[in-house]
């Protein structure tokens, strides 16, 4: 049977994340730590808390994590843990940083990739994760590159590229507690948010990730992807044609093949670029353009518009015939980045800004 949190997600997908309310706040971020690994724990920090579970956790929890390709960032992570609209923060129970994770009941099991990254963070030896399994506690994280070349903290596009170009990356993992116990993970990083109290940090850990060659340095070796030859690098994600777009060759070439109809949705495996331009892989020798498209995440939920909302294109331009108006609801089926604005998509391809939205 899933868990109640399992159900949740289940439903809408961001971890009980609404994209919208986050917007409405001041942009979140976690301190930079050192590339050091960091281990912490908050002694007597909430009335409550069992300590010697706390460390057992933290004991369990890997200070370093040599992962393969197949367990980069993939779509799902990003759809189920990372906050869309903040600085790059993470939302995850503990559960779901062991190979335990109740992840894999949200997919067909003839498709789902079990080698996921955040499996790779706790062998859960000795089930500790039993005791975390509930909603007084939650894992809030962000992550930076380790050797601090690059500030900031990295969105899941950056974390696979930093990984892929031979950079670790260090997640700086937040353990956080609260005696209520109905909170869901909208909550606790909401609470994060605004730093009303509601939630306690008990806990903290730095785990430092890096790509490696061969196997992965954990028991999980599932569903991982074969060697290939194929140009560029591994790159999960899905894209939306934004107009009638072409398709290209491994070598950046035009081919003949029938153009990708505009709005549909492909997945990708692989990225690419080509003098400047960058390619991702429809199928086999067949890619498409980064200026053709743009990367979607599946979000089927009702909108309110909080005053006269205007609507975008897929290429970012104004539809200046029509308008959504004040305190109206809509469905919506996808959420994009179009011209550095979040945008959810509210008809074929019409779409309207997080800004405008309650």
Do not use: C
């Amino acid at each position: 049977m899933l868990s109640e949190d399992t159900i949740l997600k289940k439903m809408i997908k961001y971890m009980g994340i609404t994209a919208a309310t986050l917007l409405a706040v001041a942009p979140i971020a976690m301190p930079a730590m050192s590339s050091a690994t960091e281990t912490t724990v908050k002694a007597d920090a909430a009335s409550g808390v069992n300590q010697a579970d706390v460390q057992k956790w933290l004991g369990q929890v890997k200070s370093n994590v040599t992962i393969n390709e197949s367990a980069l960032i993939s779509k799902e992570d990003e759809e189920l843990y990372w906050g869309i609209g903040t600085n790059n923060i993470w939302s995850i129970t503990p559960q779901e940083l062991t190979p335990d994770s109740s992840i894999f009941d949200l997919f067909n099991a003839e498709n789902v990739n079990k080698d996921d990254l955040f499996t790779h963070f706790n062998d859960n030896a000795d089930q500790s994760n039993l005791f975390f399994s509930n909603r007084h506690y939650h894992v809030i994280m962000n992550a930076t590159v380790s050797d601090g070349s690059v500030s900031g903290n990295l969105n899941p596009k950056g974390i696979n590229h930093m990984l892929q170009n031979g950079k670790s990356v260090t997640f700086h993992t937040s353990l956080r507690y609260t005696a209520e116990g109905q909170l869901t993970g909208n909550d606790f990083l909401q609470d994060y948010v605004d730093n009303k109290g509601v939630t306690t940090e008990v806990a903290k850990k730095d785990v430092v990730v890096t790509l490696g060659n061969g196997t992965n340095d954990s028991n999980s070796q599932n569903n991982q992807k074969p060697a290939t030859t194929a140009p560029g690098k591994y790159y999960d994600a899905t894209f939306s044609p934004s107009v009638n777009a072409k398709v290209y060759d491994d070598n950046g070439k035009a081919t003949s093949t029938a153009a990708l109809p505009k709005t549909s949705i492909w997945k990708v495996d692989r990225e690419m670029s080509v003098n400047g331009t960058t390619y991702y892989r429809v199928a086999n020798n067949e890619w498409i353009s980064e200026k053709d498209s743009v990367q979607v995440y599946p979000d089927v939920t009702t909108i309110t518009t909080r005053r006269q909302a205007k609507l975008y294109t897929s290429t970012g331009k104004q539809v200046t015939d029509r308008a959504l108006s004040p305190n109206t609801a809509w469905y919506t089926d996808r959420v994009a980045t179009i011209n550095g604005l979040h945008m959810r998509r509210v008809a074929t391809d019409e779409w309207v800004s997080f800004d405008d939205l309650k």
